[in-house]
């Protein structure tokens, strides 16, 4: 207390006007703060996310209502990932979840945990469908969850390793055949092939397949089929002499037991007809090689189909 106040404050709300003492009465309050003595209170605070952008005061998760908000914290990385995922957990609004799995800046981490979040059905789907701005591995947990197995083939036939876990979670036999004729990675099209128990199926593959390697993983599966399985492996051979004996060898076959071809039979033709052709030269380190082209083709004239046997 100053000399100027031994007989009595002038008092201005919460401050004297002369020595600058306060008291705890008649605050001039602006949210959280007395804009004349700067006591703090716990109400009405200036809420920026966590903490109070006036007072520092943090707050939980758990206190925080607003759907809105708790998604801003969702997507912010500069929150610690625990708190992050805290936040997601208090969100229930689905476009709010959707967004933040779409959300580039997001770790895989939060976009499957907002995905598990999401028990609305068409939410998932349209999660599942959107391959522009859905990471493929969350479309394939979307579609796994949702048990949409015409968006998992699709998945499969374009991707890789999500490839791989879509086409696992596949049990459409169809699907999977129409995978392991489509899908543009090998791998993917080998363990599909790999699925298929069905005759009927796989033959259908053999007759509808155009890669290399699916034929022979499908051509494989059935027991009658295997005494000729490297000569089906022969046609795709970098080397144009072993492609032409396999060829000459298949179409004795389809001369006298052309039963064991039918399922690949235009498939056959088709390869083995293809005009041979040279091309660039081989760049090789390998002095057995040097000197060699790449070829493609064979050029032999394979029977016709028969109508009936």
Known sequence: MGIACLFGHKWNGCKCER???????????GGCRCIKCGKNRDEQHNWDGLNCSVCHKSRSVKEISDQFLLAKIAKNDNYPFDTRI???HEINNMSLLEDIIKHEDNTFEVRLAALEKVNDYSTLIRIAKNDKEVAAYVRVAAAKKADDQNTLADIAK???WEGESALKELNDPKLIADVAKKAKLKGVRQKAVAKLTDRAIINDV????????VIVEAYKKIPENRPYV???????DGQFDT????????IVIAETKPEALLPIWDWIKKTIEIPYSQGERLNTYDREEAGLYSDSGIG????????SI
Request: proline fraction near 4%; charged fraction near 35%.
């Open 230 to 236: 490297c000569l089906i492996e022969g046609l795709g």
């Open 300 to 307: 032999l004239k394979f029977p016709t189909k028969p109508k």
């Open 86 to 88: 805290a936040a997601l």
């Open 206 to 213: 053999l007759s509808n397949g155009e890669y290399h390697d």
């Open 243 to 250: 492609r032409k004996e396999a060829a000459e060898e298949l």
């Open 19 to 29: 020595c600058g003492e306060t008291r705890d009465e008649q605050h001039d309050w």
């Open 158 to 160: 374009k991707y890789g």
